[in-house]
């Protein structure tokens, strides 16, 4: 499925090489943009509409989690169109996803994977989060 150069996507991660190979993964397909932790994503989101925002979980300032529920309270309907994608193996987060319903892939992922995933998203089309 193809997806439309017209989808905005924000990759919220603290690890350059993450963001680097997340963005060449989907450059040619989307318009991407990146930010370093939750608080720098934040400030993006609150200025700009995407289609999908891709997010790390734990990082320095502000987590994915945070960065989230603060998004949440402005727009419920945020979760229609925000990735989880980190390496946690906390229960109080794994738990948290789970509990609403919210997209997550583990890091490490097979390419095929995140771009079905991403593709699905943003054309509405996931059926199961989990």
């Known amino acids: 499925m193809k997806m439309d150069k017209s989808k905005k996507i924000l990759i919220v991660d603290d690890d350059k090489a993450n963001l680097m190979l997340m963005s ?32 790390d979980i734990n990082m320095p300032a502000m987590s994915g989690i945070e960065m989230f529920l603060e998004l949440e309270k402005s727009d419920p309907s945020i979760q229609n169109r925000f990735l989880f994608f980190s390496a946690t193996n906390d229960h109080r987060e794994i738990a948290f996803i789970r509990e609403r319903c919210l997209y997550h892939l583990e890091k490490p992922s097979p390419v095929g994977k995140i771009r079905s995933m991403i593709s699905n998203i943003v054309d509405n089309e996931v059926a199961d989060n989990i």
């Not at 990146?34 to 995407?50: D, F, H, S, V």
């Open 24 to 55: 060449l993964l989907l450059e040619d397909s989307n318009n991407i943009e990146t930010a370093c932790n939750g608080e720098e994503g934040l400030r993006k989101i609150q200025k700009e509409n995407y289609d999908l925002i891709i997010s």
